[in-house]
């Protein structure tokens, strides 16, 4: 790694992440085990977690053996005793990140009506990535389903990381 790469590295200005998405079962685990495994392999100390926000939302859910599956065949392996969160019952896990990413405008709308950001940073995946839209929900679309989003979600996540640092 070039020092100057290095150097940007080291002031990035987040450590708190906080992935968002509807029910926290397959998009934000897929986004938190890639921002994991960027912040890990560069030697960052990021803390970086993921909730649901939508009415749908549970705490206790599996992770989708789909996202499991995909993030897998890349090399991530997303822990096996995943469960989901209900942001809605943790208010204290949006209120603790200085960076709040949603997977759609959908879910960034409900977290700004849900609680006071006090101007954290709270942005799409893909405004982070510098663009507009949402990461399509992959459920019920089987395993290419799932691959489509991973890979889109990569391909924000690596644009995002750049502009960001």
Same mark, same amino acid.
């Given at each position: %790694? ?21 029910? !926290?079962?397959?998009? *934000? ?9 960027? &912040?890990?392999?560069? !030697? %960052? ?10 009415? !749908?939302?549970?705490? +206790?859910?599996?992770? *989708? ?5 995909? %993030? ?11 469960? *989901? ?8 896990? =949006?209120?603790?990140? !200085? ?5 759609? @405008?959908?879910?960034?709308?409900? =977290?700004?009506? &849900? ?11 893909? @405004?982070?990535? +510098? ?35």
């Amino acid at each position: %790694m070039k020092s100057s790469t290095i150097g940007k590295l080291k002031d990035f200005p987040y450590s708190k992440i906080l992935v968002a998405c509807s029910v !926290n079962t397959a998009r *934000s685990p897929m986004t938190q085990g890639f921002l994991k495994d960027f &912040f890990t392999r560069n !030697n %960052m100390n990021v803390e970086v977690y993921s909730g649901g926000i939508s009415s !749908n939302a549970r705490d +206790g859910m599996l992770i *989708s053996l789909d996202a499991k599956l995909v %993030m897998k065949e890349i090399g991530i392996d997303l822990p096996e005793d995943s469960l *989901s969160i209900d942001l809605k019952k943790r208010p204290e896990l =949006i209120e603790k990140a !200085n960076l709040i990413l949603t997977l759609t @405008e959908k879910h960034k709308k409900e =977290i700004i009506e &849900f609680i006071n950001l006090n101007n954290k940073k709270i942005y799409t995946l893909r @405004e982070f990535a +510098g663009e507009n839209g949402d990461i399509e929900d992959p459920s019920m679309k089987g395993v290419e389903g799932f691959r489509k989003a991973r890979d889109e979600i990569k391909r924000c996540l690596d644009k995002g990381l750049k502009i960001n640092m």
